[in-house]
């Protein structure tokens, strides 16, 4: 079920709320609001179900065991059985074709079912074993364990919610003081997200997908077919995500919860590592805290901790898919964060409008990369974009006008969870213009096919 689809924002959306804000206790909250998730998952396909519940119960048990017999092996046992399931359903067959490749044979698919959002839910219960570990976590009451697990606003494709972000919240009650202003913000936020998705990312997307299409068949764009397409993405990918993330964000306000931003105007970061502190911000965290810092961090020689970035992001790169082309987009990030440190262990200083036109020129190169099917295709394309010959390219006004409009939202308007959530005022006048921006989105998303969201492939 798609947070941009009739089915959820007339149908689930308004029976879970409705049995969230009625249960009389907070036992019946959680149990109604874990049946609403499953049934939100299990839309797509019924047989991811049984996986979700199988892991959090497993991921549970294995909390009580720590807490019961206080040894490490427990939330390591966890972990390896976290990543086993993941390298199993997401690698095993990308794995198996590249040593068949080196053995110089084939490798015929193996018919593997991928549970959507598997690496948002595998990844959170990471996080929570490996604090358990620490010291940092505890073992919770199953109500309270599955609900932070199956929540449906982050189940798919995040925010990466931690447990000590969230499992406090379910003790609130709803109906408390601020649940109408919760509700209206909260709205507000899906609404604009809704927008992002629908009157942007996805009115770029065919522009964007033919223009690659054209690329991966061996034809030739000129110039500005190229930085089309390579922009077009920039922007379709961040009002994909920056969107999701917005309804993801509303729709928990909307049950009186509160989940961690996960964009801040990232086209604005004037370094790489600005934009990895505005892009992603839940999955930069967990890659810092769970992956950067074991490693070794900034502790040691420059050098080091180059490698340990480059490692880091490698890694990051590879979560994102199962293709070479995510593994060296992650290393080209790791190595302009790495450059990106030395340059400041230096005490070297670069003009504001300088560092970001050349981070934004760097980050639109290697989206091309992250969005090709393959290396020759990337490299057309980077070649085009900038050898490529004089034309033009072939969009419609309601295209053009997604594109200005995108460029102006990125670069100068505010960012949508600050605007949601903290400057703009509950006023009883501006009722009407968010219904009726309401309504309008409900239409469009009836009159077109509705397009996925990009992340739930990863």
């Not at 084939?106 to 996080?127: N, R, T």
């Not at 992001?313 to 593994?327: D, E, S």
């Not at 992650?330 to 300088?354: E, I, K, S, Y």
Request: hydrophobic share 55%; aromatic share 14%.
């Amino acid at each position: 079920m798609l947070f941009n689809s009739q089915a959820l924002i007339l149908g689930l959306l308004p029976i879970a709320l409705a049995g969230w804000y009625a249960a009389p206790t907070r036992a019946l909250r959680q149990i109604w609001a874990i049946g609403a998730s499953l049934v939100f998952y299990g839309f797509w396909d019924i047989r991811f179900v049984p996986v979700l519940v199988a892991l959090t119960l497993i991921n549970w048990a294995i909390g009580h065991a720590h807490e019961r017999w206080p040894r490490g092996i427990w939330p390591i046992l966890g972990i390896l059985l976290n990543l086993g399931l993941l390298a199993w359903v997401k690698y095993a067959n990308f794995f198996a074709e590249n040593v068949a490749w080196l053995a110089g044979g084939g490798h015929e698919a193996w018919d593997i079912i991928l549970p959507l959002g598997v690496s948002f839910f595998v990844f959170q219960k990471i996080a929570y074993l490996v604090d358990l570990r620490r010291g940092k976590a505890h073992a919770y009451p199953l109500l309270d364990f599955a609900l932070f697990v199956t929540f449906f606003p982050q189940l798919v494709a995040g925010p990466l919610v931690r447990h000590n972000e969230i499992i406090h919240q379910f003790a609130l009650d709803p109906r408390r003081p601020e649940a109408a202003e919760n509700l209206t913000r909260g709205a507000v936020l899906f609404i604009i997200g809704l927008a992002k998705k629908v009157l942007i990312a996805d009115t770029l997307a065919p522009v964007v997908d033919r223009l690659f299409t054209h690329a991966a068949a061996g034809g030739a764009l000129n110039l500005a077919e190229a930085w089309a397409a390579a922009g077009g993405f920039a922007l379709q990918i961040y009002f994909d995500f920056s969107g999701y993330s917005d309804m993801a964000i509303g729709l928990a306000l909307m049950f009186g919860l509160l989940l961690p931003a996960n964009f801040d105007a990232p086209y604005r970061a004037t370094s790489i590592r600005d934009f990895w502190r505005r892009w992603h911000m839940t999955l930069s965290r967990f890659l810092r805290d769970y992956v950067y810092i074991p490693l070794g961090g900034n502790r040691g020689s420059g050098p080091g901790q180059a490698v340990n970035v480059v490692a880091t992001m490698l890694l990051g790169g590879l979560w994102h898919g199962a293709a070479w082309t995510f593994v060296a987009w992650g290393g080209l990030h790791g190595l302009a964060l790495a450059v990106n440190g030395a340059w400041n262990r230096a005490g070297l200083a670069m003009p504001r409008l300088l560092g970001w036109a050349l981070t934004l020129l760097f980050v639109i190169g290697c989206w091309v990369l992250f969005r090709a099917p393959d290396f020759p295709t990337a490299a057309a394309m980077l070649q085009a974009m900038v050898t490529g010959g004089p034309g033009r390219v072939v969009i419609d006004n309601t295209q053009a006008a997604a594109a200005i409009a995108g460029v102006a939202a990125a670069l100068l308007g505010p960012a949508s969870h600050r605007f949601a959530l903290e400057q703009i005022r509950p006023r009883p006048a501006l009722a009407l213009p968010v219904a009726a921006a309401l309504v309008y989105l409900l239409l469009i998303t009836g009159g077109r096919r509705a397009h996925d969201f990009i992340y739930f492939q990863f």
